[in-house]
């Protein structure tokens, strides 16, 4: 059994997969068993918002301690332990490999007055050309100009530091790397020059480690500390948790080979492609478009856009206001909405930080000449409506720019629950939507181990046909009556 350790900005989760390899590979399965949930979110923390990094690895702890509980009292084993969060932030560990302070948050707003500092020195064309990553303001490169003093000073990204913690070793494992805005997408390196021209050591990161090779085994303390045998690996998954919900994206031969398009729907929307080859053109950059790497090798082409955020916020606020409204009641409530109603950009930095977000919605709207009720169904609605139309126009540019067609649009993430969602989605992109699973990024993660520990074999297609045997999906057709 593997276990995966699969934190998200709204929750996180430790999983143990099982991985059965048949003959025939419709013998072949992969099921999961969550053995430890816990909330995430951003908090206030010597005046920025930050991740409670503390919080969250003492329950990485709790739940790697389940596994080994659960996996014995199958009388199975920990083989090894997969480690994928968000993407971007980072923590600083000082040479005695101590923590110095809680990880800032992309959400935290010190880095937006980075950005102008950093083009000056280099251009961001030159940095696209380079590094194929979607300008966001929170990216790594950013949050890094905004640091004080980097003396004698390691930057781990959030599962690298997770998997530190647990191993001793430092390593940067690449997809993750990908999105720090210093990754050359085309030699799947450091881009040292841009590192040197921002003032940053070259070790500023420890050396990078690709998806399927081992970090280390556990130290000492800690497999005594969760029970597991001091041997057990932690394997290097594709650690941004987007890469490893890509590489379990349940595509077919069916689907028309390589003509599908992918959303993974959470906290944000990553909606694109999976590409062999970056895309750096200057038609890309002014889309916006990101080159992140995937799972061996491939380049997930998508853009970040604006996701379940917005719904969550919105909930909090009401919640806040006394009102809490069942989340499938309000999206019922909200699609039995008529269509056509008014719309925001989604994709708005105005939205990124925390705070009364229904308001903030309404007041978008009202920028646009409309009204819109402070009704949370129709809010929701608004917000379902805004995503299924950035989802429609993010696909045509994605076809456009890597001139490919996409024939089915795979939904996978906390919002392939969302039946409005992936039903407007069809509708406004006139394709076949194919919803779940709702674990992709965990069974990623576990699928990525399990091939390092030769469990299974293949290609990204060989572990995706495992999910496809072993998961319902939901499927929508467009329903243009709808529009
Ligand atoms: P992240 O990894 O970014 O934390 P998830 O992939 O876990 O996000 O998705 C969380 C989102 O999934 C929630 O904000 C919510 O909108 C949506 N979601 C969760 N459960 C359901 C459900 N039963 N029905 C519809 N949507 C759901
Ligand atoms: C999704 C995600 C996304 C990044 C964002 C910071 O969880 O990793 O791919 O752009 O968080």
């Not at 053995?35 to 979110?41: K, L, M, W």
């Not at 990204?157 to 805005?181: C, H, K, M, W």
């Not at 799972?295 to 916020?313: A, F, H, K, P």
């Not at 206001?321 to 039995?336: M, N, V």
Request: hydrophobic residues 45%; contains cysteine; glycine residues 10%.
């Amino acid at each position: 059994m593997f276990a995966a350790v699969d934190i998200g900005a709204s929750s996180g989760r430790v999983i143990l997969g099982r991985v059965q390899a048949g003959g025939e590979s419709r013998d072949s399965s992969v099921e999961l068993e969550v053995v430890h949930r816990f909330p995430n979110g951003v908090v206030e923390i010597d005046g920025g918002l930050r991740w409670d990094f503390d919080a969250l690895f003492a329950e990485v702890l709790t739940g790697l301690s389940a596994a080994a509980t659960v996996a014995a009292a199958q009388g199975e084993q920990v083989a090894s332990i997969g480690i994928d969060t968000w993407a971007v932030d980072y923590g600083l560990v000082n040479a005695a490999g101590e923590l110095t302070a809680q990880p800032f948050s992309y959400r935290d707003d010190r880095s937006r007055t980075a950005v102008e500092p950093v083009h000056r020195k280099l251009d961001p064309a030159r940095l696209y050309g380079t590094t194929g990553l979607q300008f966001l303001q929170f990216n790594t490169i950013y949050q890094l100009a905004c640091e004080k003093n980097l003396d004698g000073m390691q930057a781990l990204l959030i599962p690298d530091l997770i998997a530190f913690l647990l191993t001793g070793q430092r390593r940067t494992e690449a997809t993750n790397a990908s999105t720090t805005g210093l990754f050359d997408a085309v030699a799947g390196e450091w881009a040292t020059e841009f590192l040197t021209a921002l003032g940053l050591r070259k070790d500023l990161f420890p050396p990078l480690i690709q998806p399927g090779e081992t970090v280390g085994t556990l130290l000492p303390e800690i497999a005594a500390r969760v029970g597991l045998p001091q041997e057990t690996r932690v394997v290097a998954v594709g650690s941004h948790d987007t890469a490893s919900a890509v590489a379990a994206v349940p595509a077919t031969a069916d689907d028309g080979g390589e003509n599908f398009a992918y959303i993974s729907s959470g906290t944000w929307s990553l909606v694109g492609l999976e590409l062999k080859h970056p895309v750096l053109t200057e038609a890309s950059r002014e889309a916006n478009f990101t080159n992140e790497r995937g799972v061996d090798g491939t380049i997930r082409y998508l853009r970040n856009m604006g996701g379940l955020w917005l719904l969550s916020e919105c909930q909090r606020t009401w919640a806040q206001e006394g009102f809490r409204p069942e989340l499938t009641a309000l999206l019922t409530a909200a699609a039995a909405l008529p269509p056509g109603g008014p719309q925001i950009n989604p994709d708005d930095p105005y939205f990124i930080a925390p705070d009364n977000m229904p308001e903030r919605i309404r007041a978008a709207v009202r920028r646009t000449g409309e009204v819109l009720p402070d009704d949370p169904a129709a809010i929701t609605r608004c917000i379902m409506d805004s995503l299924a139309a950035g989802y429609a126009r993010t696909l045509r540019d994605a076809e456009r720019l890597a001139d490919r067609t996409v024939d089915v649009v795979h939904i996978v993430g906390g919002g392939s629950q969302n039946r409005l969602l992936c039903q407007l989605t069809a509708d406004v992109t006139g394709k076949k939507v194919v919803a779940g699973p709702v674990e992709a990024t965990a069974l990623g993660n576990v699928l990525v181990q399990a091939r390092a520990t030769g469990a299974v074999s293949g290609e990204l297609a060989d572990l995706r046909a495992l999910v496809v045997h072993s998961h319902d999906l939901r499927v929508f057709v467009p329903e243009l009556s709808r529009l």
